[in-house]
């Protein structure tokens, strides 16, 4: 069944204490809720933070995820973190193909894939970002459709039908990342019938229609409703939003 997700992404923010307490207010709230089972909601809170956040949540409620893992196991890899050190602190998701990743970072396919596998290998969800930048999405829609197939086409559609059932997509128009700028609930919607149908033209109807696809970009309480409504919108991956335990908790409600 496909699953309707709310995920917070907190970037480079909140110190360790500030964390703790948010993530304590997200998971109370969240078993206040009695949630229908096809609902999660998910954070993923800075690197140093996940330990002690593991304590203070509710693991049956609110799902721990990373913000990115190592494309190498263990080994000589100054200041890297694998996806097996993240399984061991409960995390249970990880967050690849960020455009902040691609951009400040230079993760291309090639490096997410690797990625993307190990942590397959250690058995964590991946919440797999694509979207277009503001230049592509100027130049029109044969360009930008290509350029989200084609992050597709080179890493999570390399993956066997079983792996890529681990696998949420979270479309990100880069131009509408911490700008403030949203996309429409149609162009929203266009998109994700987009990314659906080059699913089940990959994997087939019934792995499409199983595949939760998130909205990502300046999703606040005043417009998510709205685009958490349309027909392929299956909930949200909010970066600035979360940091708020009030916005978060409307965001939950709002899908
Ligand atoms: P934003 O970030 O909600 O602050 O625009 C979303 C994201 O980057 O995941």
Known sequence: MRKLIVAGNWKMNTSVAEGVELAKKVSDYVASKNLPAQKQVVIAPPFTHLAPIAQVINAD????????CAATTNG???GEVSASMLKGLGVKAVILGHSERRQYFK??????LKKIKLALAEGLDIIFCIGET?????AGANLYNNVIKAQLVDTVFTLTPEEFKKVIIAYEPVWAIGTGLTATPEQAQDIHAMIRKAIADNFGQAVADDTTILYGGSCKPSNAAEIFAKKDVDGGLIGGASLKADDFAKLIDAR
Do not use: F
């Open 61 to 68: 409620k609110v799902i721990l995820a990373a913000q990115d």
């Open 76 to 78: 000589a890899y100054t």
């Open 107 to 112: 993760e291309n396919s090639e490096i997410l």
């Open 134 to 138: 503001k230049e592509q999405r100027e």
